[in-house]
């Protein structure tokens, strides 16, 4: 099989494998492009929670983007997990330097069991400058609540978020809607003038852990192919649906869903 694309993953290590750069990397090789990453933070954790976090300093998760960037350049980046506000602002630097154009953002704030995964200060340096340096940034209900601190009861209210952030500077954004209580998932990408809304059944499961990982690594592997941020984001939300409805039901918590169920969706979107 010949690899379509290069992809870096810049995010945390989830020891349980469901979420984080291990969902990243599971998730670029089983759509068929090539995983790099460089590594923000070592977490220890099962299906029922996290245990603990241990940040990688900054110095080194420098060295991880630029030198190996420089000599495998990525055809786009998806960032995770950043933990705290020095390792934004290095991010922000190597991003700068190594000038790769596609960039996709999973603003990560809490893990399914509820653990922060970033501490307060950092949410503010994502909020005032990340937020503009990246291509697409794909935050979940709570999490887009955060960045525009309103409350996100309905899909009017996710369209209004969008738009909010379009004008703190962001260039494109995905609503995922899938907190909200309804039986169809509205999934909403907003771009400077245009709104796709993505309408799918909503699985009713308790294996949906490292489902936000999953979906922006895919989006950033389809993007990093040649496919607009449009589609990208369509066949990734299809993926990441069939990888939740076919789940392996691993865990006492909320297990992972099923990266290797890629085989029918590549066919179709070929
Ligand atoms: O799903 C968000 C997430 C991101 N990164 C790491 C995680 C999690 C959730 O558990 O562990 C490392």
Redesign the pocket.
Known sequence: MRIKSKVLII????SSGG???QADIKTVTSLGSYAMTAIT?V?S?NSTG?KSIFPVSPSEITKQIEFTSKDIRPDAIKI??LSNAKVINTILRSLKKIKVKKIILDP?MV??GGAR?IDKKSIKVLKNKLIKEVTLITPNIPEAQILINQKINSKNDMIKAGKKLIKKGAKNVLIKGGHLKLETAYDILLQKNKIFIFKNRKIKSKYT??T??TLSSAIATYYSCGKSLKKSCEIAIKYVNQAIANAPKYGKGHGPINHLNSFNINKKFK
């Open positions: 995010a945390g290590s989830d979420a984080g750069i933070a977490t954790q996290v995770g997990m990560v893990a399914k995964l852990h490292g936000g990982c």
